[in-house]
């Protein structure tokens, strides 16, 4: 278990294709979706869920995505095709964080938004923290409707990310970081 500042100083995100098989175990699934479910969330909405890509299943969900690739690009080559339908198999298991966020009398939906993008965080470091590595992307089906019907999303849910989780193939080079003056102001006292 790496020490946490530790952690947080140094994680970075791999490829989907760097992550390799095995992933997490059922037990450490639960561990991962029950500390992503552990953010701040203003109003107790849980503006958020996660839908798990398993196994066959992540080719099943592929298949939507290459019949909505398909629909889109009908010129597409059958390889570019078949690329699509493997767009959720490239680590073994990957998590769709889902924004439920809606309009609400009290809390913002922006508020929500964050809290949803908090969550997708504490996926990413839970999956870190297990010793596994991860990667938070979108890409292009995450915004495509006929792909989000597939997957099940009601007309005002989102997709935060789809986070893929799998063994780590070794130490990532970083990439440079703000200099924290370039992002960082103090209000002055006068
Ligand atoms: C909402 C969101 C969506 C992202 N989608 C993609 C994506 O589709 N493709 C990609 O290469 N990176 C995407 N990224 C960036 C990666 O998650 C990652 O931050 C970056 O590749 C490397 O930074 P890191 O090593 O500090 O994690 C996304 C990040 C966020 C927050």
Redesign the pocket.
Known sequence: MPDALELLKT???FKPVELLPPGPTAAEIDTLLTIASRVPDHGKLAPWRFIVFEGAARRAAGAAIAQAFAAKYPDAKPEHIEAERERLTRAPLVVAVVSRAAPHVKIPEWEQVLSC?AAAMNLVLAACALGYGA?????WYAYDRAVLDALGLAAHERI??FVHIGRRPGV?ED?PRPPLAEIVTRFPTR
């Open positions: 994680r970075r995100s993008g990667s938070w992307i979108t890409e935060a990310g990532p990439r």
